[in-house]
Each structure stands twice: as structure tokens, then as C-alpha cells.
């Protein structure tokens, strides 16, 4: 075992960089803190009020900016980073931060139970990120199994934790994730969130652009799936009420569909999006943790198990509460262009939905 970790479920602390200390200094049992202190002198803080998050992907691109957010967010007590690399750096570095949350590293297949042992909340961004060229699916052969891998220990350790999966495919990955929750008998279709809160980030984005107004004012609601044609912005229910013109309808749906590939573009071989997803991950966790909390109305756009249209997993406006998905809304009146979209996407959605439920059954 990797002993340049902080991970309390060993007792064993290190709150340094691990050069500092040599792991073979170490013994089971013992807690050595930043100077080399036994942990019993350090006085007990009171569990703070809050929800326990881990962060499975912690060092990556997304990772490190999501971990950095939730480190910042006040309803998060204990944030749990876990990786198979470079998470004694990272927490390292983000425990320095001076607020609230108590964040604890995690290295390595060895630790992953420990990471995830009493969690509210599991949000997963591990995996691999497209290069140019690529399609999400082009990622599945890889993410598949990080992705089953991560849901098993989860089903063991946290089977009542809210899960937010951001790893790609998503239109393939959540539906993974819901058949191993299954084979262990946990799947609660209310707690398995894919996170597609990136395409309604970036659909307010862009429609702000169009209509000249502070994207904050904005809201589109965003359904489908997250993957080109199955990402589908009802721009008839842009809230405020507006109408665009066909050219900017054209051009709007493009650009939200393709924003994912506009990022991997422009980073030209280094990495998919990362900071707006981190923004938009840590947004859609928020909203998770306040709906956990028991605060009223809280409505996000995710990929869920569904019965707004004939497929089992569909993305669309859901309201958050303390079991986490609580209603999901119907899709709302679409017009022609709309209608035109929704069965491409269905089309699209239903074979990447099977791709997913298979790797599992088969
Ligand atoms: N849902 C969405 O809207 C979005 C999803 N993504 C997806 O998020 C995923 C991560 O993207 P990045 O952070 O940019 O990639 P990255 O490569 O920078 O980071 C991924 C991290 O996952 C870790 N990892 C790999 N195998 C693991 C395992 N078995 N257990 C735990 N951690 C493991 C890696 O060590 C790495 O630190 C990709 O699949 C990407 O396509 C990216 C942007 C938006
Ligand atoms: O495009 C990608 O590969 C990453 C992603 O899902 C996004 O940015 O929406």
C-alpha cells in the first residue's frame, strides 16, 4: 500500500508532501502530522454540519479544478479525493485551502473502498478525454471498465450515495453504471445522475450572446443525451420568452451540439474541456447537495432512468430533493424543428444505450 496518502481509514495522516517524510518511517497505527506531530496533539474539531463528497478522477483535468470547487463549497464537510495517480499532490495542496471541508487523499485500487466508504455524494470524471478526430463513443473501450470498476465499489461501499457520472460516453456510461448497480442489487434510479449540465452551461452561453443578455438571466432547458445529435436545446423554451430567426436556430443548435468538439479542437491534442466542465460539475453538485439538504425547487437538466419517452435513460428537466431525483418533467411542447431533433436523438441515444447495457450483461 501506498503510504504517501492521507487516509484516516489506515489512521495513518501525512499532511506534507510525502518526500518530507519517508513512507518507511511510517507504521500502521501511527498519525504523524505536517510536523511530524502525533495527531492526538492536534485538538478534535467538531464534526462540522455537511455532506461527505468523494471525488473519483481527482488528479485529472477535471478533477483538480472540481476538487478545488467543492473544497470551496460550504455545504461539502469531508471532500475524498481518489485516483490511480498523483491525488497525495493534489490533496496535499487543496487541504491548505482555509475553508471548511476536511479533504483526504486517496491512492490506487487499494484505497478506493476507503474513498468511498460513508459518502453523500460520488461524483466521477475518471477516465479518458477525446483527441481531435475522436468521437465521445471512440472512448468506450477504455471508460467502459473504469466505469464499472468505480460503480462495483460504490455498490459496496455507498450504495445510498447520489452518483454524478461526467465520464464519457455518457449515453453509454450511465446505463453501465445502472446495470452493475443492479447486478448488486442498489440500483435506485433516483440517485444515478449523468451529468449533462455542460450543454445547458453552454446553451445559456451562447443564446446570451445572441439575445445580448448576461448569461445568468438565461435558461435552456437541454434534453436528450450528451453527445452530438443527442444533445438537443428546446430553444422554444428559452426562458425569458424570445424568438430567434431559422439562421440563428441553425446556428445556435450547431454550436451547442459541437461545443464539446470546438474545446477539443482548440486544445489541439491536450485534453477535452476541463474548467467550464469543472464550473458546470460542480454547479450541477451544488444543486445535488442544496436538493439533499431538503431545499425546495430545485430543478437541473440530467441523464436519468426515464419515462419521458420510450427509452429507458433520457436526459431532461428533473427537480432534486433529498432522494435525490424526485420528479421528472415531461420534454413540454416542441415545434417542427424540435420534433425533427428529438428523433434523431432517440435514433442515436437507443443504440449507445444498448452499447452500455451489454458490455455489462454480456
Ligand atoms: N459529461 C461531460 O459533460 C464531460 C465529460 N468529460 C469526460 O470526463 C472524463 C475525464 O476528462 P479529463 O478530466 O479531461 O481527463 P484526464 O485524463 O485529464 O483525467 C482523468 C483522470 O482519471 C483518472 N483515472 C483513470 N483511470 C482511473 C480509475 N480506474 N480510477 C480513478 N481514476 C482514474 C486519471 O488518472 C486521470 O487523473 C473524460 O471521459 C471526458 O470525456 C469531459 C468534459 C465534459
Ligand atoms: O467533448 C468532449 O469530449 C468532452 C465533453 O463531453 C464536452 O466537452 O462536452
Redesign the pocket.
Given at each position: 500500500m501506498d503510504s504517501s496518502v492521507i487516509s484516516d481509514a489506515n489512521r495513518r495522516i501525512i499532511r506534507i508532501s510525502s518526500h518530507l517524510l519517508p513512507p518507511s518511517n511510517l507504521q500502521m497505527g501511527e498519525e504523524i502530522d505536517r510536523c511530524g506531530l502525533r495527531r492526538e496533539i492536534c485538538r478534535a474539531k467538531g464534526a462540522a454540519p455537511g455532506s461527505k463528497v468523494a471525488i473519483l478522477g481527482a488528479a485529472g483535468g477535471i478533477g483538480q479544478p472540481l476538487a478545488l470547487l467543492m473544497k470551496m463549497n460550504p455545504l461539502v464537510s469531508v471532500l475524498h479525493l481518489y485516483d490511480v495517480v498523483n491525488t497525495p499532490g493534489v490533496t496535499a495542496d487543496i487541504s491548505h485551502m482555509d475553508t471548511g471541508a476536511v479533504v483526504r487523499g486517496f491512492l490506487g485500487q487499494a484505497q478506493l473502498e476507503d474513498a468511498l466508504t460513508g459518502m453523500d455524494l460520488v461524483i466521477i470524471p475518471a477516465g479518458v478525454?477525446?483527441k481531435p478526430g475522436m468521437t465521445?463513443d471512440d472512448l468506450f473501450n477504455i471508460n467502459a471498465g473504469i466505469v464499472k470498476t468505480l460503480c462495483e465499489a460504490i455498490a459496496k461501499c455507498c450504495p445510498n450515495a447520489i452518483v454524478n457520472l461526467i465520464s464519457?460516453p455518457v449515453n453509454s456510461t450511465v446505463p453501465i453504471a445502472a446495470e452493475v448497480f443492479k447486478k448488486a442489487g442498489t440500483f435506485d434510479p433516483k440517485r444515478l445522475l449523468g451529468v449533462t449540465m455542460?450543454d445547458v452551461v453552454r446553451a445559456n452561453t451562447f443564446v446570451a450572446e445572441v439575445l445580448g443578455l448576461d448569461p445568468r438571466d438565461v435558461d435552456v432547458p437541454v434534453v436528450g443525451g450528451?453527445a452530438g445529435v443527442t444533445i438537443l436545446p428546446l430553444l422554444s423554451q428559452v426562458k425569458p420568452a424570445c424568438s430567434f430567426t431559422d439562421k440563428e436556430i441553425d446556428y445556435l443548435t450547431d454550436r451547442i451540439q459541437n461545443?464539446?468538439?470546438e474545446?477539443?479542437e482548440a486544445k489541439a491534442g491536450a485534453g477535452?474541456?476541463t474548467l467550464s466542465?469543472a464550473y458546470a460539475a460542480v454547479k450541477f453538485a451544488d444543486a445535488c447537495l442544496r436538493g439533499l439538504r431538503g431545499d425546495a425547487g430545485i430543478v437541473e437538466c440530467a441523464f436519468v432512468a426515464s419515462q419521458v419517452t420510450e427509452l429507458p435513460f433520457f436526459a431532461s428537466k428533473v427537480r432534486l430533493g433529498r432522494g435525490g431525483v424526485e420528479e421528472i418533467y415531461p420534454l413540454g411542447p416542441l415545434n417542427e424543428y424540435e420534433r425533427v431533433g428529438l428523433d434523431k436523438a432517440k435514433k442515436e441515444l437507443a443504440t449507445s444505450i444498448q452499447k452500455g447495457v451489454s458490455f455489462i450483461r454480456k
Open positions: 478525454p477525446r465521445r464519457n455542460l450528451h461545443g464539446g468538439t474545446v477539443v477535452s474541456a466542465m
